[in-house]
């Protein structure tokens, strides 16, 4: 098998905030496999919070190629070798586990949901993203987005409370609450208590990474569940967070792909956690990789592709927030 990569830059449509900075493009990597007359791709969105760049993923596609192997279906001697050979570095590690499940679908000629044993018909919706704004902007983020039955609501500022406020005023949206990591245990506390009486789903990862004491205190005291996102990155941090939220937030491109994620679901599942898949800024091509895990998950988080405007991949589509897979022959995605 032979193995390619070229960045690729991902306009945003508007500039995207979190708790921890603002983003106006996302610069990823396209990675391209050949086996025989077969061509399977795959996409990196490295972040620089979880210590990658699209210098570092080229530097691993470039370090991994030749240790391939010669048959795309070995995926688990595949990521023993990544790993031994680029070490961390889970969105590079991505882009090739995507890229050869692409290779493996289309031999067969079937979709991936296929390939796993999955019913497409069980694809969950999807949320949409209002990234941080004055809370007004935000409500009018919101009225924008009315097609969408789920929101998630980006806080982690002095003023969530009026944001939460404003969006429910004109939004009777299920909705759901990120943090990113913003808040201090006590603030969290008092925030998510304020935050009930407005019908919020859940909040997602309220206080940094490392603080699991914190994650179990607020979740003790609060009473809506508790989602991990920056403390769940692979299958090893899902043991100790039992207990301490009640569910995590899987994204391939911070766990290593498609056979890493499923690994994580099955194991949160052992531990009693609720499921979601989430995403970066990505196009559809790796989103569409992500949504067919869809089926397995009690809430995706896959509007990556939705925030940009100049997406050059079409495959899976939202329709009233159902992800809807496409029926094509591997992760079933083409170019625009
Ligand atoms: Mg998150």
């Given at each position: 098998?032979?193995?390619?990569?070229?960045?690729?830059?991902?306009?945003?449509?508007?500039?995207?905030?979190?708790?921890?900075?603002?983003?106006?493009t996302?610069s990823?990597?396209?990675?391209?496999i050949?086996?025989?007359e077969?061509?399977?791709y795959?996409?990196?969105?490295?972040s620089?919070?979880?210590?990658?760049?699209?210098?570092?993923?080229?530097?691993?596609i470039?370090?991994?190629?030749?240790?391939?192997?010669?048959?795309?279906?070995?995926?688990?001697?595949?990521?023993?070798?990544?790993h031994?050979i680029?070490?961390?570095?889970?969105?590079?590690?991505?882009?090739v586990d995507?890229?050869l499940?692409?290779?493996?679908?289309?031999?067969?000629?079937i979709?991936?949901?296929?390939?796993?044993?999955?019913n497409?018909?069980?694809?969950?919706?999807?949320?949409f993203?209002?990234?941080i704004?004055?809370?007004?902007e935000?409500?009018?983020?919101?009225?924008?987005?009315r097609?969408?039955?789920?929101?998630?609501?980006?806080?982690?500022?002095?003023?969530?409370?009026?944001?939460?406020?404003?969006?429910?005023?004109?939004?009777?949206?299920?909705?759901?609450?990120?943090?990113n990591?913003?808040?201090t245990?006590?603030?969290?506390?008092?925030?998510?208590n304020?935050?009930?009486?407005y019908?919020?789903?859940f909040?997602e990862?309220p206080?940094?990474?490392?603080?699991?004491?914190?994650l179990?205190?607020?979740?003790?005291?609060?009473?809506?569940?508790?989602?991990s996102d920056?403390?769940?990155?692979?299958?090893?941090?899902?043991?100790?967070?039992?207990?301490c939220v009640?569910?995590i937030?899987?994204?391939?491109m911070?766990?290593g792909?498609?056979?890493?994620?499923l690994?994580?679901?099955?194991?949160?599942?052992a531990?009693?956690?609720?499921?979601m898949?989430?995403c970066?800024?990505?196009?559809?091509?790796?989103?569409?990789?992500?949504?067919?895990?869809?089926?397995?998950?009690?809430?995706a988080?896959?509007d990556?592709?939705?925030?940009?405007?100049?997406?050059?991949y079409?495959g899976?589509?939202?329709?009233?927030g159902?992800?809807?897979?496409?029926n094509?022959?591997?992760?079933?995605?083409?170019?625009?």
């Open positions: 098998m032979h193995i390619d990569a070229q960045p690729i830059d991902l306009k945003l449509a508007t500039p995207f905030r979190i708790a921890r900075g603002v983003q106006y996302a990823n990597a396209i990675v391209q050949t086996h025989n077969y061509t399977g795959g996409e990196a969105a490295p620089k919070y979880y210590g990658e760049s699209v210098e570092t993923v080229l530097a691993c470039a370090m991994f190629a030749g240790n391939l192997g010669d048959d795309p279906f070995f995926i688990d001697d595949i990521h023993q070798r990544l031994k680029i070490g961390l570095n889970p969105a590079a590690k991505a882009a995507m890229a499940y692409d290779i493996m679908g289309k031999m067969l000629g979709p991936l949901y296929k390939l796993l044993g999955l497409p018909e069980r694809a969950a919706y999807t949320s993203t209002i990234g704004d004055t809370p007004s935000m409500a009018k983020k919101a009225l924008l987005a097609e969408y039955p789920i929101l998630k609501i980006k806080v982690g500022t002095r003023q969530d409370l009026d944001i939460i406020k404003a969006i429910r005023d004109v939004s009777s949206a299920t909705l759901r609450v990120d943090a990591a913003g808040w245990p006590k603030e969290a506390i008092k925030n998510i304020a935050f009930a009486q019908n919020i789903e909040v990862q206080v940094p990474a490392h603080d699991l004491e914190g179990k205190l607020i979740r003790d005291n609060v009473p809506l569940p508790i989602i920056e403390s769940s990155i692979t299958v090893d941090d899902i043991p100790r967070l039992a207990g009640d569910g937030n899987i994204k391939l911070k766990c792909g498609i056979y890493k994620a690994k994580m679901i099955h194991v949160a599942r531990h009693n956690l609720r499921v898949i989430g970066m800024i990505e196009s559809s091509l790796s989103i569409t990789a992500a949504a067919h895990l869809t089926p397995l998950v009690d809430y988080d896959l990556g592709n939705l925030l940009i405007y100049d997406d050059p079409e899976v589509r939202v329709e009233q159902k992800l809807m897979l496409p094509r022959p591997g992760l079933g995605v083409k170019k625009r």
